[in-house]
């Protein structure tokens, strides 16, 4: 009996995996018609993120280390320098009037060399992940108490006994506050 | 007064195996409910990198695999050490990620097409030429819903 048993366990253990995928989920672009004008955005509301054939960074014209793109792309997405229509209650930037009006408006664009490592393409797509998230938290942990992650994570959890519809919208909510708006820039 | 003299046994007692099955089988159920069987033998390099943002691939029965990266030490002399894509399991060129597509959603149930994702999992040496070509024959083909898989770690790791 324990033979078989034991024949059987190895075999499973031979041809099974336990390792569960992660990591970081984007949507493509749908293909485009070759006569569509691109969207006129506003020099200020694009953050530029490009990466060389060296892996070496330039944000916004400047050379920067890999560590410093979170923040300054959270300086750029939390700016807020718009009035009226376009101001951003939430935002609490330092409203420069050279960088973006509002969250909602505001685009990071990442561009790569067909030289660049994968490595180096996927720790910039993180940081730039990392800077919508820090900031989607903030927001979470002022309005609702909880982090974001908290709230997505709730929602998932089939034993959350709060409303699940009021928890959609206010993750809805807060996903429209600060939309990911990451666009990678293709040379063809 | 030799009845209440213990009879000593010079030897242990051999332990009971009577229940060494339950405690395989237990195992091997553990096992059977926590894995799932391995679908593809990689045929190039895998390191993924790493990053912390990152989300979980739910329901492995709506993932599709895309593989890419050198060749494994083994098949580098039949076809060279250049990066390449891997489908099911065989290396492939960039023109079959299309046809490839199309043969995995055919095979899933019509309701289940748009939860369809694509699991790239390409090696972090990878050169990003090769990972636009996917994306943009991805793209031609409507699925949009990708996921680039990662370890998760600290992304300091991927410049080792």
Redo the contacts between chains.
């Keep these: ?2 033979d078989i ?2 024949l ?2 190895i075999f ?2 031979v ?4 390792e ?12 485009q018609e070759e006569n569509v004008e691109p969207p006129i955005i506003k020099e200020r509301n694009i953050f530029k993120v490009i990466v060389n054939a060296n ?1 070496e960074l330039l944000v916004e014209d400047e050379l920067m280390e ?1 560590k410093d793109v979170r923040q300054a792309a959270i300086d750029f997405l939390d700016n807020g320098a718009g009035v009226g229509p376009d101001a951003c209650d939430y935002c609490q930037g330092a409203k420069d009037p050279n960088s973006s009006v509002n969250p909602k408006i505001a685009v990071i664009m990442l561009s ?12 910039v ?3 730039l ?2 800077a919508y ?1 820090v900031l989607r938290d903030r927001t979470a942990q002022q309005k609702y108490g909880k982090s974001f992650k908290q709230m997505e994570a709730d929602y998932s959890d089939v034993t959350y006994p709060g409303n699940k519809e009021t928890l959609e919208a206010q993750i809805e909510e807060i996903r429209d506050m600060w939309p990911q708006k990451l666009s990678e820039a ?1 040379k063809g | 007064m030799s009845k209440f003299t213990k009879k000593k046994s010079s030897e242990l007692p051999a332990i009971s195996t009577a229940s060494l099955p339950d405690i395989v089988f237990m195992l091997l159920f553990f096992f059977m409910v926590a894995t799932v069987m391995r679908e593809n033998t990689l045929k190039v390099q895998n390191q993924l990198p790493f990053a912390d943002q990152v989300e979980k691939l739910e329901k492995k029965d709506l993932v599709m695999y895309i593989f890419a990266g050198k060749p494994s030490a083994r098949y580098q002399s039949s076809v060279g050490s250049e990066a390449r894509i891997q489908l099911n399991d065989n290396f492939a060129s960039v023109s079959e990620i299309q046809a490839f597509i199309y043969a995995e959603r055919e095979a899933k149930r019509e309701e289940l097409v748009p939860f369809l994702t694509t699991a790239l999992k390409v090696d972090k040496e990878t050169n990003m030429g090769l990972v636009s070509d996917i994306k943009k024959e991805l793209r031609k083909a409507e699925a949009l819903k990708i996921n680039y898989t990662t370890r998760t770690g600290d992304v300091s790791q991927n410049f080792e």
């Design positions: 009996m324990a048993a034991f059987l366990l499973f253990l041809t099974t995996t336990m569960s995928d992660s990591g970081i989920s984007r949507k493509l672009p749908p293909m892996d890999l790569n060399d067909r030289g660049t490592t994968y490595g180096t393409y996927i720790a797509q993180n940081e992940v990392a998230n293709d």
